[in-house]
């Protein structure tokens, strides 16, 4: 089975901590993405990267920075953690051709800041 | 950016009754991919169904099938026989070629299942 692993299901920060999401996939993808998932907004795209050291700004980057310095692993960061940023954030990946190829998503980070 | 639009938030259906979950989308491309995820309380988004915009026949899985009217640019997902396991948030996704690496997610239907 393909699989996109998240490292931390739930985690509760203090504002002002940084933060670091982890993400592994294990289908050789090139296409890893960060989403941000809330009640009433659906998905909404962080940080996508396309191959290893590339990354590009999806639709809420303010307040977030990316690693991917392996292809398998694509890193989410929360340089000061806000309370606003607390919600559910998900990990996926997908190849690069062929865009009848699906998505692949992790389990999802339930991140709260207080 | 490419809009999909699921208009409504949340639906219910009775258990082995039928119920249709909308969604339409805004694009200039001919050619492009539509999906349905289905995502169960705090479980993993998956694949439910994919359906090309080149084909004129609408796809099927199982209990679960589409109306694509590529004209009116809706693409419906219809759930027969529904099952308790079948609760879950549903999202409907966009992706082209021309988009890049990307795929566009409507807000989700929050579907219930009365037993």
């Known amino acids: 089975d393909v699989k996109v692993t998240q490292s931390s299901r739930y985690l509760v920060k203090r504002t002002g901590e940084k933060v670091f999401l982890e993400c592994v996939q294990d289908?050789?993808?090139?296409?890893m993405f960060w989403y941000r998932q809330d009640p009433g907004l659906g998905l909404r795209l962080i940080y996508f990267?396309?191959?290893?050291?590339?990354?590009e700004k999806g639709d809420i980057p303010e307040g977030y920075s990316v690693s991917r310095e392996k292809k398998e692993r694509f890193s989410l960061i929360l340089e000061s953690a806000s309370t606003n940023q607390t919600s559910m954030y998900l990990c996926a990946s997908s190849t690069r051709t062929g865009a009848g190829n699906t998505i692949y998503f992790g389990e999802g980070s339930w991140l709260t800041v207080v | 950016a490419q809009t999909v639009t699921q208009s409504q938030p949340e639906m219910s259906v009775q258990e082995a009754e039928t119920v249709t979950l909308s969604c339409t989308y805004d694009?200039?491309?001919?050619?492009?991919?539509l999906f349905w995820y289905k995502q169960p309380p705090s479980r993993q988004m998956i694949l439910v169904i994919r359906?090309?915009?080149?084909?004129?026949q609408n796809a099927t899985e199982n209990r679960f099938s589409v109306n694509f009217q590529k004209a009116a640019k809706s693409f419906s997902l219809k759930i027969s026989d529904s099952q308790l396991g079948d609760a879950a948030m549903y999202f409907c996704?966009?992706?082209?070629?021309?988009?890049?690496?990307?795929?566009?997610f409507g807000t989700g239907t929050s579907l219930t299942v009365i037993p």
């Open positions: 694009t200039s491309e001919s050619d492009y991919y």
């Open positions: 359906q090309e915009a080149y084909k004129q």
């Open positions: 990267s396309y191959d290893v050291k590339m990354k």
């Open positions: 996704a966009y992706r082209s070629d021309a988009t890049g690496n990307q795929f566009y």
């Open positions: 289908m050789d993808h090139e296409n």
